[in-house]
Nanobody, 128 residues
C-alpha cells in the first residue's frame, strides 16, 4: 500500500513557476514508477508526465514538454513537478500517481488505468 500526498499548489500569474511535491508513504517508493496527471475545469483528467522507478527515464505530454520537469528523490520518498512558464490553460487539479513497475518509460505510462495509487490532488490556478 502506498499513500500519496501532493502539495505546492497555489495561485500564480501567467509566466510564473511552481513546484509541486508528492510525498509517498512506505519503504518501497523506489519500486514504483510515478506520474503526474491533471484535471482542468470541465475536462477529463489528462496525463502530464511520468518518471521511471530510478528516475532514469521520463515521458511528457506534448502540452508541457519543455516547460515542466518531473523528478524524484527516492531517499526522501518524494516526487516533484517543476512547472515553468505557466499559462492559464495549466489551471487544474494536479494528481500524482504510483505504478508498481520497474520498466523503461513508454507511452503506456500516459494511461490512468496503469496506475495503482493516487493522491488527493492539489489545485494550481494560473491568472492571466
Amino acid at each position: 500500500q502506498v499513500q500519496l500526498v501532493e502539495s505546492g499548489g497555489g495561485l500564480v500569474q501567467a509566466g510564473g513557476s511552481l513546484r509541486l511535491s508528492c510525498a509517498a508513504s512506505g519503504r518501497t517508493f523506489s519500486s514504483y514508477a510515478m506520474g503526474w496527471f491533471r484535471q482542468c475545469p470541465g475536462k477529463e483528467r489528462e496525463f502530464v508526465a511520468a518518471i521511471s522507478w530510478s528516475g532514469g527515464s521520463t515521458y511528457y505530454a506534448n502540452s508541457v514538454k519543455g516547460r515542466f520537469t518531473i523528478s524524484r528523490d527516492n531517499a526522501k520518498n518524494t516526487l516533484y513537478l517543476q512547472m515553468n512558464n505557466l499559462n492559464p490553460e495549466d489551471t487544474a487539479v494536479y494528481y500524482c500517481a504510483a505504478r508498481k513497475a520497474r520498466t523503461y518509460i513508454s507511452a503506456s505510462y500516459a494511461l490512468e488505468g496503469q496506475y495503482d495509487y493516487w493522491g488527493q490532488g492539489t489545485q494550481v490556478t494560473v491568472s492571466s
